[in-house]
């Protein structure tokens, strides 16, 4: 029997996959590998030993790496996932991407980031915020989710994505959107707030968190995932997605939950939850 004391540091989600990163800064990725979301690809990151296809348009579709020495991707700080892509921010700034490739999200434009902070995945769409507070994505362009304007932003201090649409929270509490609009989740209410400290996105809902411990939500609410209801938490701390249901953590500890519930994902159980502690890193991306 082998007996490991790693614990999980930082944890993400795409639909049918999952990462984490170890307290060693090494990761861990399990679930479905059709794309190679989950392949030991993720251990090795040389791309001077990158298997390189001769067939360039096979290429567009997975990234393939050199799989012959078993060595993990180290000094991870922070993982996420797209649909069926992931991504892993190093403690240098650098980010390495592997899965699907198909729109480019994990296009090889990343290894020139050598000052990022913090890393988000659409489904097929990835975004980078740098040091100097301004933002970077690449990856599927159709609904405008990489739209250059997004090099525009200044003094970003978070991002985080949607199935298609991204969201930029600036330093001064005011939340910048791009992407998909089709059902509102870029809706210009957003401009309207001055003091948010914290965002998230669903599927095509967005969430924010603002600094009287209020949350606020827009965008699509089929399931109820931007449910009036929302608007009588207080005392709220931190706040995450998943695909159409969506998360309060309050500061004494418990949480709220509303939204799609085919899965008992806003089970009533989650009432008997508490002393849940910060920073409860969220696993958001399901499509």
Not at 39 to 55: D, K, L, P
Not at 108 to 124: E, I, K, M, Y
Not at 141 to 148: G, V, Y
């Amino acid at each position: 029997m082998t007996t490991t004391t790693n614990q999980n540091t930082s944890i993400a989600c795409g639909i049918f996959h999952s990462v984490a990163i170890m307290s060693d800064k090494t990761t861990r990725c399990w679930g479905d590998n059709d794309w190679n979301q989950c392949n030991s690809v993720h251990r090795y990151f040389s791309f001077t030993n990158a298997i390189q296809t001769i067939v360039n348009w096979f290429r567009s579709f997975v990234l393939f790496f050199d799989q012959h020495e078993d060595k993990y991707l180290t000094d991870a700080i922070q993982v996420d996932c797209g649909l069926f892509h992931s991504i892993a921010l190093l403690s240098d700034g650098t980010v390495k991407c592997w899965g699907n490739n198909l729109w480019n999200q994990c296009d090889p434009v990343h290894l020139t980031f050598t000052n990022v902070v913090q890393v988000a995945c659409g489904s097929r769409h990835s975004v980078a915020l740098l040091s100097n507070g301004t933002v970077r994505c690449w990856g599927d362009n159709i609904r405008n989710q990489c739209d250059p304007l997004c090099r525009t932003f200044t003094d970003v201090i978070q991002v985080d994505c949607g199935h298609s649409h991204s969201v930029a929270l600036l330093s001064n509490g005011t939340i910048k959107c791009w992407g998909n609009n089709n059902i509102n989740q870029c809706d210009p209410l957003h401009s309207t707030f001055t003091n948010v400290i914290q965002i998230a996105c669903g599927h095509s809902h967005s969430v924010v968190l603002l600094s009287d411990g209020t949350v606020r939500c827009w965008g699509n609410n089929d399931r109820n995932q931007c449910d009036p209801l929302h608007r009588t938490f207080t005392n709220v701390v931190q706040v995450a997605c998943g695909e159409c249901h969506s998360v309060a953590l309050l500061a004494d500890g418990t949480v709220r939950v509303w939204g799609d519930n085919l899965f008992n994902q806003c089970d009533p159980t989650h009432r008997a939850i508490t002393n849940v502690q910060l920073p409860c890193n969220h696993a958001l991306f399901l499509w």
